[in-house]
């Protein structure tokens, strides 16, 4: 069936510092690509999107790119703040709606002044 | 964007007691909540989708009558764990969205309940 991995956590880095979770998807057809995060003590929101191969996401200085080739997804941001620690989730959704988003485990990202 | 909001935060209860969990949406129509469940350190697993005014689409390995689900308005669907045991000690997560957000592939996620059956 579908299903996503991403690298496991923690990650931690000193501010400034480039930043790569990697995510790696198994899929039939043409599934959308999402990541998704949660600061501490909130719920989950989305970050980025892409719904078609090579596709790129971009929000908030983060950006992925949709490689089918590949069958990855991996979040990229060239300098990471304090504010950017949280739990980073990869997801697929195998339909262009939202009917059945199916989660990777999740990354944790924390962020050293 | 769209807030959905989860009560309560937590709970504890004891085991073969019920326990329910809302999910609100507070500023648009929601006709199609979905219910997630999160071990620690593992995904969210999608344990059925709620319909209002029907009834609900239950994920394989799900038991619809462990885990009742009522979706009786526009703004409010319901988790019920009744029977609860140890086992069933976890963070549940709901999800919904406008209809323009969900064909789009957005969602937007509550806060989270914890339950911890003792």
């Known amino acids: 069936g579908d299903s996503v991995t991403q690298m496991e956590g923690p990650v931690t880095l000193s501010e400034e510092a480039f930043l790569t979770i990697n995510c790696t998807y198994t899929?039939?057809?043409?599934?959308?690509l999402f990541w998704y995060v949660q600061y501490p003590g909130e719920g989950l929101q989305l970050l980025l999107k892409?719904?078609?191969?090579?596709d790129k996401g971009s929000n908030k200085g983060f950006e992925a790119t949709y490689r089918k080739e590949t069958t990855s997804f991996h979040l990229e941001k060239g300098s990471v703040q304090v504010s950017d620690s949280a739990v980073y989730f990869c997801?697929?959704?195998?339909?262009?709606?939202?009917?059945?988003?199916?989660f990777g485990s999740g990354t944790r990202l924390s962020i050293r002044p | 964007g769209a807030v959905v909001s989860q009560h309560p935060s937590w709970v504890i209860c004891k085991s073969g007691t019920s326990v329910k969990i809302e999910c609100r949406s507070l500023?648009?129509?929601?006709?199609?909540m979905f219910w997630y469940r999160q071990f620690p350190k593992q995904s969210l697993m999608l344990m059925a989708t709620?319909?209002?005014?029907?009834?609900?689409?239950?994920e394989q390995g799900v038991e619809k009558d462990k885990f009742l689900i009522n979706h009786a308005s526009l703004t409010l669907s319901t988790l019920t764990v009744t029977s609860a045991h140890p086992e069933d000690s976890s963070f549940y997560i709901c999800?919904?969205?406008?209809?323009?957000?969900?064909?789009?592939?957005?969602?937007?996620f509550g806060e989270g309940s914890r339950l911890t059956v003792l």
């Open positions: 999800s919904a969205g406008p209809s323009a957000a969900l064909r789009s592939g957005e969602l937007f």
């Open positions: 899929a039939t057809g043409y599934p959308s």
């Open positions: 892409a719904t078609k191969a090579d």
């Open positions: 997801a697929l959704s195998p339909y262009s709606s939202a009917s059945k988003i199916i």
């Open positions: 500023d648009f129509q929601a006709t199609t």
């Open positions: 709620s319909n209002e005014g029907s009834k609900a689409t239950y």
